[in-house]
């Protein structure tokens, strides 16, 4: 990489973090693009990416073999580390045959797993020796922060054998009260399936994966589970009842039955966040909560998955809480504005009903 490009790129990634951006654009024939606040924007300042640029920054960011990997694949997602311990994951891909980068920011403070939003209960949960933890969202929710969140909780409370199975490894962790090893499929492991396989064997506590790809991969958590380990699965959805439809769709039609009952023996608690600008700059998250109990098994056990959001609706003392409800509550406390959070409310009609009652629509 030249010289030139490298200053170039730790000049825009330092800015990217000054401005408190989300994700940085980098595109053949457009000027920068910063997310800040849910919103996209280019930075003027900069001049227009061209492609020797982007060329450069594969060499800098990719190894020889990352190059080949993605020269086959055309696409590939890596992470770095930048000057001053700023940290990003980079995905790499092509548009009208052109390398196309997208850099998401990787803070390195981790949070408190109460100040996300999640209840005592769904917290507690952490705490049982087995059974299977889902934390769901799409790109760019938070969903990994609170994975590492919870991690994190129990890291510094309790003596466990924690391991991570990540494509690629985000947050590094430091081993406190408990021990933790961060394993990277494809440098680590070559799969997610033989990195199950080699844990069922060792002395681990909890297995946290940043993915769970197919059937094999979800009968050998399953597995996993039911050999005393606790399991904690990262998936994108929109909800708890399209979370848990979607794992039980990874397997074919004649095994289905048995997948749900499975899943519903074992499952503990799921939540689903998205990201929603907060009034006044930043972000806050909006979570979804289900703490397993007799009702929700027995709607899994059925297939009844839409009628889940009920259950979480009528049990808020027993730590759930459904997406509107949490989004009520962040309208009515000021922290959001009510045309962003009815744009993904649930049930809009709804939403609103109660949004006037509580004159709560300005």
Do not use: W
Request: glycine share 6%; aromatic share 6%; hydrophobic share 40%.
């Amino acid at each position: 990489m030249s010289v030139q490009s490298n200053i170039l790129l730790n000049k825009i990634i330092t800015r990217v973090v000054k401005m408190g951006a989300s994700c940085l654009h980098l595109d053949v024939g457009s000027k920068p693009v910063i997310r800040v606040d849910q919103k996209l924007s280019p930075m003027e300042e900069e001049s227009v990416i061209t492609r020797e640029f982007l060329e450069d920054v594969m060499l800098m960011l990719l190894s020889k073999e990352e190059q080949q990997v993605f020269a086959k694949e055309k696409s590939l997602v890596v992470t770095h580390t930048f000057e001053g311990d700023i940290r990003f994951k980079v995905h790499f891909s092509f548009q009208r045959q052109t390398p196309s980068l997208l850099f998401t920011y990787i803070s390195n403070v981790i949070g408190d797993p109460e100040t996300l939003g999640l209840s005592r209960e769904f917290i507690d949960l952490m705490n049982r020796k087995n059974g299977l933890i889902i934390v769901a969202g799409y790109h760019g929710s938070g969903r990994t922060s609170t994975v590492f969140s919870l991690l994190n909780y129990l890291n510094k409370t309790s003596s466990k054998y924690i391991l991570t199975l990540e494509r690629p490894i985000e947050c590094v962790l430091t081993s406190k009260k408990s021990i933790i090893e961060q394993r990277e499929i494809g440098r680590d492991s070559d799969s997610f399936l033989s990195a199950l396989k080699f844990s069922k064997e060792g002395d681990v506590d909890i297995v946290a994966l940043s993915e769970v790809e197919n059937i094999e991969v979800l009968e050998s958590i399953f597995g996993l589970i039911e050999s005393g380990r606790l399991v904690i699965v990262v998936t994108e959805a929109e909800s708890v009842s399209d979370a848990l439809a979607k794992l039980v769709k990874l397997a074919p039609e004649k095994d289905s039955g048995k997948i749900k009952d499975t899943l519903a023996n074992v499952l503990l608690g799921a939540v689903v966040q998205q990201l929603l600008p907060r009034r006044g700059g930043g972000e806050v998250t909006v979570m979804e909560i289900l703490i397993s109990n007799s009702a929700a098994k027995v709607l899994i056990k059925e297939g009844r998955f839409a009628q889940i959001t009920s259950i979480i609706q009528t049990s808020r003392d027993e730590g759930m809480r459904s997406l509107d409800q949490a989004l009520l509550e962040l309208v009515k406390t000021g922290e959001v504005d009510y045309r962003d959070a009815l744009e993904i409310a649930i049930n809009k009609t709804d939403f609103q009903v109660v949004a006037q009652k509580f004159d709560i629509t300005n």
